[in-house]
């Protein structure tokens, strides 16, 4: 079965830190990849996807992703968090393009210290 | 992108009674999703519901416990039956309104806590 693994549970950082947080898929097909946001209180929000094309994906809030196949990676990058990233953050995948629904890793909780 | 409504947003209920969770999107949409994130947990999908057929459901669920409708394209209710405390989680709805993977959206979820 399909997996996703997110490797930090918990990362705490102080604020103009970098970020990288790590992802890795079991799937060796092709794969559409998606890097979700949750805010305390708030509700799943998008940060940036990749589906084909330029390996380096930037989305929203200065965030970044780079599919490297090879390592069946999609590791997510900001070159210095701000307090207001404090949030959880989820990798999931769609391998499946005939089943359609993500499947998500099991989330990194990042607190940023002001 | 789509924009989703969710209710209740959340609510504490006894063992033993059921709940209906509703989904409502302002635009029509093929499928939509159902997924419980349990505490401290990432997202299990539960099942795809798609308008005029039986719903599709994951391992480990079953039509008996989380019986879910889809009568129209922009609404779906998922019930959590007969509940026992192992059923408290948060309960979301996600839809891809595009058809294309440009970008699920997900409802606000409904927190439900089973005492």
């Known amino acids: 079965a399909q997996s996703v693994s997110q490797h930090n549970h918990h990362v705490i950082l102080s604020e103009?830190?970098?970020l990288e947080l790590g992802c890795n898929y079991s799937y060796g097909g092709t794969v559409n990849l998606f890097w979700y946001v949750q805010y305390p209180g708030q509700h799943l929000q998008l940060l940036l996807?990749?589906?084909?094309?330029?390996?380096?994906?930037k989305g929203i809030k200065g965030f970044e992703a780079e599919?490297?196949?090879?390592?069946?990676?999609?590791?997510?990058?900001?070159?210095?968090?701000q307090w207001s990233d404090t949030a959880e953050y989820f990798c999931a995948v769609n391998p499946d393009m005939g089943r359609r629904a993500l499947t998500f890793g099991s989330g990194t909780r990042l607190q940023v210290q002001p | 992108s789509a924009v989703?409504?969710?209710?209740?947003?959340?609510?504490?209920?006894?063992?033993?009674?059921?709940?209906?969770?509703?989904?409502?999107?302002d635009s029509q949409v093929t499928m939509m999703f159902w997924y419980r994130q349990q505490p401290?947990?990432?997202l299990t999908l539960i099942a795809t519901a798609n308008q005029g057929s039986e719903a599709?459901?994951?391992?480990?669920?079953?039509?008996?416990?989380?019986?879910?409708?889809?009568?129209?394209?922009?609404?779906?209710?998922?019930?959590v039956s007969n509940m026992s405390p192992e059923d408290s989680s948060i309960y979301l709805c996600s839809?891809?309104?595009?058809?294309?993977?440009?970008?699920?959206t997900f409802g606000s979820g409904t927190r439900l806590?089973?005492?």
């Open chain 2, 4 to 25: 989703i409504s969710q209710k209740p947003s959340r609510d504490i209920c006894q063992r033993g009674t059921s709940l209906t969770i509703q989904c409502q999107v």
């Open chain 2, 113 to 115: 806590t089973v005492v």
């Open chain 1, 49 to 57: 996807k990749y589906f084909s094309g330029d390996p380096l994906v």
């Open chain 1, 67 to 81: 599919f490297i196949k090879s390592k069946f990676s999609f590791n997510l990058r900001k070159p210095s968090v």
């Open chain 1, 16 to 18: 103009a830190a970098s």
């Open chain 2, 56 to 79: 599709t459901y994951e391992s480990g669920f079953v039509i008996d416990k989380f019986p879910i409708s889809r009568p129209n394209l922009t609404f779906s209710t998922l019930t």
């Open chain 2, 95 to 104: 839809v891809d309104p595009r058809g294309q993977l440009y970008g699920y």
């Open chain 2, 40 to 42: 401290g947990q990432s």
